[in-house]
């Protein structure tokens, strides 16, 4: 609906052209199609945890290069010789692990659009009254 806040729930049934939903307030709710401007359906949670390597990876190379730029004499000058790719790969593994751990903490919901149910062609329904309602629908 227009201006209002999002209704997560469960769909319960659909009558006709109404989606009856659960809340997750525990509140049964009815929509008519003509109220609702977007329906979308949860596809689970999903975890960044290629998401954190990628940026971790990233950020490690980067701080790899800022310190062998900023201390470039021992970083050629090791013991063991030239350590500048050494420094640059070691740091770009610890970010890109670090990167792993916090991506595979943070997951967030996955959303796609639905569409609603075509109407059926002849429905019969009885309400809660006692009345009987009978529609169908012309497709030209």
Sequence with gaps: MEGTEPVIGTVVDVALDTLIV???SEEVLA???????KIEVS???KKK????IGMGFGVGLGAGFVICGA?????KESFLGDMTAATVLLTAALGASVGAIVGSLIKTERWQEAAFPAPPTVALSV???GSVRLAFSLRL
């Design 71 to 75: 201390d470039e004499r021992n970083c």
């Design 31 to 37: 929509y008519h199609s003509s109220d609702l401007s």
């Design 49 to 52: 945890t290629l998401l954190g």
């Design 43 to 45: 596809e689970g949670e």
């Design 127 to 129: 309400g809660r009254d």
């Design 22 to 24: 659960l809340s997750e």
